[in-house]
């Protein structure tokens, strides 16, 4: 804060609070706020006064207390002569006031009064509060002052650098106040003399080329020009050098532009001119030995590899691209080490083939030893992403080794990758079923469920290698310190293929028994519940055992633990009924259905593989009930989930990129009252929580009960939460409902023109395409043009119309924002309406996405046509 140095009694109070406890600050703080209240209600109150007490208020505020007067004299500070004054002013009308507070008129009046002075002062500081606290309200009133002191040539050249800042700030939050016309005018400004000025609208343009492909070309030559007359060591002066680099800031945004609009690149001369200049640029990399000048030169360099792949990725560039990765990746710092791999990473994740990173794969391995968190997840990532079918083993066995010496969090993520890397380069299963165990053994309690979960999918799936993993496992088991996940996985496939080596030494029946009966003990809640179903498995197969397992079933149906005492009376139940019925219901577990192995670009969990399978295949729960209205609020905001002649559901959803929120509506529609009526959760996924939720159970006519969810981030995929809602009615009834939260409700719409999408669809290429055809659901059901993109705009897609050769087809795109990333999705769908056929196409950045939005979208569009729906 700016303190004027005659405010003694605002120096004496900071320094009385400084020497106070923090018990005694808060009475301090209390008799002050007391007696600024009463000397603000004086009459004779002077501005040198009502600035120093506003001042005590904003340090007050600063402290951590709340502040629930003396807005309006901060207001009135505004329109202070003195610049000291007014600069207090919009200090604490910025912390105090927000855009949509009872006073923001009047600070907007004073603001377009300092816009319109000659004061080249006041015109600053109304441009920085525009530019950190403008609203709708604010920006729609200055600006035309705004742009006028952008645009103006009589404007002196801190002050045009400021408007530009605050018009990116309108343009940015309210991009409809901005007149079209402006953005050429913006875009020449590149050109300006003042090196601020065009740093300022640089960021302006960056964020123009994100928004509008058509001003590429435009763009492409004014960014190329401008990075050009700086690198050859003209268009600055000796101000803008910092460090002996020229202008570093600058020539980052510049490099950031031509990466956003490389494709604009076309013609031979304008290619040779910027390879020329990203070949000075790239020479420029030297020993250098103070800090500040090798931060602006990496940061130069990062942004000028990146745009050097994107232009020329296999030329002359290529190599001086490589030289400056690795002494960067080789570097001892570790801000620079972690730099150097995400801008790898980048380019891997572009498409980009760099197969002399090889050579430097023992440096990034070492990185997995970094006390720094963020640099080991960032080099285990890197690893994840340069293996391929001809070093994955390899790398696979690096990583093992570096596995039992990481931290809890480290070995969780390495486990995830490497679990993933084996299903996606396994030649052979024995290396697949060998590698996961030994994940399971040494690090079991760092591993996920879904870790082991896929492996066991895996194996069911191929019956090749069953035995071998069965005969590994059991021998695994005989130890008597396995982890949990170790044990569920081995019982498990004990249970399903335990027969196959039921003939082998010292791996009969008997012994099998004994293995899962010796694990039961020690085992957690879980984990009983799961062994418990194994020994009724064992005894089916090996009928001689049934006496055995049912003394367990017995010794269990006591449990203090309802579920192990349901499922062991009900497991002794199904004992005493016909084996024929017991075989019927302990049938071998089905083949799952598992997508396509994909190489890997950017990291989601393998888990989320199962995560393709049908929206509505919960084997668990009954949830036929309220498919109808689930697929329809799959694409509608509002409407009703269920109904039947007792109750109602309606939902209310409101979805922006990862964040969410959904309500419930409850209604009775009889006309006596319902009690002990309850709404639990049986699914959910993390992040998903009740923010609040009905009290009272009981449900009279007359009420209307709300259940409210929130979901404020999304970590991952998920399979739709499920409720069940029960009530008594006479009888106890119960009701499972499928909540309408998919994948697709957080995706961002985005349009983007023919040449656009059609490279960007090239790119990903087909191994990153999830393709389904199929017809829809029902005898009367119609294909219908008009509920078709109703149903795709439901679905958040940004559709892109008049850019496929054929009229009918629909294309679309939009980005999910999973785990902090960025994933783009784009959208070719092929209606057949005369035979009721869709082709539907998607790809994605990541293939995992790709497939979970693809059979989603199946299951949604094939339903979504009867005619009741």
Not at 89 to 114: C, M, P, Q, T, W
Not at 275 to 303: G, P, Y
Not at 337 to 344: C, E, G, K, V
Request: aromatic residues 8%; contains cysteine; hydrophobic residues 40%.
């Amino acid at each position: 804060m700016v303190v004027n140095n005659q405010m003694k009694g605002l120096k004496t109070f900071i320094s009385d609070l400084r020497n106070l406890k923090e018990k005694d600050e808060e009475k301090r703080v209390n008799i002050e706020l007391a007696k600024i209240r009463a000397k603000f209600q004086s009459s004779t109150l002077s501005a040198y006064d009502r600035k120093k007490y506003v001042s005590k208020l904003l340090y007050i505020y600063m402290l951590g207390y709340p502040i629930s007067f003396g807005h309006l004299e901060a207001v009135k500070l505004l329109t202070a002569a003195k610049y000291s004054e007014k600069q207090i002013g919009y200090l604490a009308v910025a912390l105090l006031l927000n855009e949509n507070h009872d006073l923001i008129r009047l600070v907007i009046n004073s603001i377009k009064k300092d816009l319109l002075s000659l004061d080249s002062y006041k015109n600053s500081i109304a441009l920085h509060a525009v530019a950190n606290f403008g609203g709708r309200e604010m920006c729609e009133t200055v600006y035309p002052e705004v742009q006028q002191l952008l645009m103006s040539a009589a404007t002196e050249n801190i002050v045009r650098q400021k408007a530009a800042l605050s018009l990116l700030h309108i343009y940015r939050k309210f991009p409809d106040i901005m007149d079209p016309d402006l953005r050429e005018p913006i875009i020449m400004l590149l050109d300006d003399d003042d090196l601020n000025v065009s740093l300022a609208v640089s960021t302006f343009v960056l964020l123009i080329v994100c928004r509008e492909p058509s001003l590429h070309n435009l763009v492409c030559k004014k960014a190329i020009h401008k990075l050009k007359l700086i690198v050859s060591g003209r268009g600055y002066s000796s101000d803008y050098v910092y460090y002996s680099v020229p202008c570093p800031w600058l020539q980052v945004n510049l490099c950031r532009i031509l990466l956003a609009c490389h494709k604009e690149v076309i013609d031979d001369s304008t290619k040779r001119t910027l390879i020329h200049v990203l070949d000075r640029m790239l020479s420029i990399f030297d020993d250098i030995k103070e800090t500040q000048h090798l931060n602006a030169i990496n940061a130069i360099l990062f942004e000028a590899i990146k745009l050097a792949f994107a232009i020329d990725d296999s030329g002359s560039l290529y190599q001086k691209c490589m030289n400056c990765l690795g002494k960067m990746i080789a570097d001892k710092e570790a801000n620079v080490r972690y730099l150097a791999f995400d801008t790898t990473a980048y380019l891997i994740s572009c498409g980009h083939h760099i197969p002399s990173l090889k050579t430097h794969k023992e440096l990034i391995l070492s990185s997995l030893r970094y006390k720094d968190v963020s640099l080991r997840k960032k080099s285990l990532e890197l690893l994840y992403m340069m293996c391929d079918a001809e070093n994955s083993k390899s790398v696979v066995d690096d990583l093992l080794m570096y596995l039992p010496y990481l931290d809890s969090v480290s070995q969780e993520d390495l486990i995830s990758k490497v679990a993933s890397l084996t299903e996606i380069y396994a030649d052979d299963y024995k290396w697949y079923v060998d590698v996961n165990l030994q994940l399971l053994r040494v690090a079991g309690r760092s591993v996920n469920d879904d870790v082991w979960h896929q492996f066991v999918r895996v194996i069911v799936n191929n019956e090749s290698t069953q035995q071998y993993s069965v005969r590994r496992l059991f021998k695994l088991l005989q130890s008597d310190s396995t982890h949990e996940c170790l044990v569920r996985s081995g019982c498990y496939l004990l249970g399903e293929y335990g027969y196959l080596i039921a003939d082998e030494p010292e791996s009969g029946p008997l012994q099998q028994f004994l293995t899962v009966y010796k694990k039961l003990h020690a085992s957690s809640t879980r984990t009983k519940v799961l062994l418990l179903t194994v020994l009724l498995k064992l005894s089916n197969l090996q009928p001689d055992l049934q006496k055995r397992v049912a003394s367990v079933f017995k010794q269990y149906s006591v449990s203090l633990n309802t579920e192990i005492q349901q499922r062991a009376c009900e497991y002794l139940q199904l004992l005493s009924l016909p084996s024929d019925f017991l075989s019927i219901v302990c049938e071998k577990v089905p083949v799952f259905t598992i997508p396509a192995k994909s190489q890997p670009s950017s990291f989601i969990s393998k888990s989320d593989v199962s995560l393709t399978d049908s929206l509505n295949s919960v084997k668990e729960f009954d949830i036929s009930s309220s498919l109808s209205g689930f697929y329809r609020l799959c694409w509608r905001d509002k409407g009703i989930l269920y109904r039947d002649s007792q109750v109602q559901v309606g939902a209310v959803m409101e979805f922006h990129d990862s964040q969410g929120y959904l309500s419930l509506y409850f209604e009775n529609r009889q006309k006596e009252t319902f009690s002990s009526f309850s709404a639990t959760l049986l699914r959910t996924f993390p992040n998903f929580q009740v923010d609040a939720s009905f009290t009272d159970s009981i449900f009279s006519p007359d009420k209307q009960l709300q259940q409210r969810f929130s979901i404020d981030r999304l970590d991952g995929l998920f399979d739709p939460p499920i409720l069940r809602i029960s009530f008594l009615a006479g009888v106890m009834r119960s009701v499972n409902l499928l909540l309408p939260v998919v994948l697709s409700k957080f995706m961002l719409p985005t349009v983007f023109d023919g040449s656009t999408f059609f490279q960007r669809w090239g790119k990903m290429g087909l191994e990153r395409e999830a393709q389904l055809t199929y017809g829809l659901n029902g005898v009367h059901s119609k294909l219908d043009e008009r509920r078709l993109v109703k149903i795709i705009l439901g679905l958040n897609w940004g559709l892109c119309p008049g850019i496929d050769m054929n009229p009918t087809n629909i294309v679309g795109a939009g980005i999910l924002q999973v785990n902090a990333q960025n994933i783009g999705c784009l959208l070719r769908l092929e209606p057949n309406y005369q035979k009721n056929m869709i082709r539907l196409s998607i790809r994605s950045t990541n293939t995992t996405v790709a497939n979970v939005l693809a059979t989603n979208m199946q299951d949604i569009l094939k339903n979504s046509f009867h005619s009741e729906a």
